[in-house]
């Protein structure tokens, strides 16, 4: 079974209190949708840092890989109007 956690600091406790009164929401409902948003909001953050760091892997190995033949330029690609050759 898990202990009750007791909230020694009377600013924080005022703080639960008043997020439960403003949400319609028990203190234990309240307290949990702030701990699960916040870890929900760290795991986020922590995955999209995790995807940042891939692409910079990504970046890095297609920079590293040599320059070959002939580099395409925008008259390569596009003809006078904008439009895809």
């Not at 600013?11 to 702030?34: K, P, W």
């Not at 297609?62 to 925008?74: V, W």
């Amino acid at each position: 079974m898990t202990k009750p956690i007791q909230i020694r600091k009377e600013d924080v406790a005022s703080d639960i209190r008043r997020l439960a009164t403003l949400t319609g929401e028990s203190i234990t409902d309240a307290v949990a949708e702030a701990v699960r948003e916040k870890l929900d909001r760290i795991e986020s953050d922590r995955g999209l840092a995790d995807r940042r760091r891939r692409v910079r892997e990504l970046v890095a190995s297609f920079a590293a890989l040599p320059k070959t033949g002939h580099r395409l330029t925008d008259d390569d690609l596009y003809d006078d109007y904008g439009l895809p050759k």
